[in-house]
């Protein structure tokens, strides 16, 4: 009986829960930015966690990935999907990370990113987050320019 009480609150607990494999990314225009040298790392692969919530109609996210200069980085936060069909959807992203903006400076700062989601399936998505330019927020970068990046993300819920 306890086995049986167990297994139903671990499944509850986890319940729209997905594992998140961070994966590539594409820097665009990245000779115009003088960004990572001309050579940013286009395998951001790491690894989080995400649960979407009934209860709210958030989704909450934490997980590490390897940086544009190929060094690691985090993030946690929360955000919102909003209904396009059953195969797709897009939202918004908040929250904060820690990433390297320089081949010897990182940065922890607050995000808002917009995404499109994918759905192949009701738990296997392909997610793509697009990190603007830092143009558009020349005050929380520290002056330091940044191309606008796409970023893949590959979602297996369990």
């Known amino acids: ?20 494999i961070n994966g590539n990314s594409y ?17 951001n692969w790491g690894l989080g966690y995400e649960r979407h919530s009934n209860k709210t109609g958030l989704i909450y996210s934490a997980g590490t990935f390897m940086d544009s200069w190929n060094k690691f980085s985090w993030y946690c936060g929360f955000g919102g999907g909003y209904y396009i069909n059953q195969y797709m959807d897009f939202g918004f992203s908040l929250g904060i990370m820690n990433k390297n903006y320089s081949a010897d400076e990182e940065i922890t700062t607050f ?16 997610n793509m987050t697009i990190i603007p330019t830092s143009k558009l927020a020349k005050g929380w970068t520290a002056n330091n320019n940044w191309p606008t990046t796409l970023f893949f993300q590959y979602k297996i819920g369990f």
């Open 27 to 43: 820097h665009h225009n990245v000779s115009a930015y003088d960004y990572c040298d001309n050579d940013c790392n286009s395998n």
């Open 1 to 20: 009986m306890n086995l049986l009480f167990s297994l139903l609150l671990i499944s509850g607990l986890f319940a729209n829960s997905f594992i998140v």
């Open 111 to 126: 995000y808002m990113f917009p995404y499109v989601a994918l759905y192949l399936t009701d738990r296997l998505i392909i």
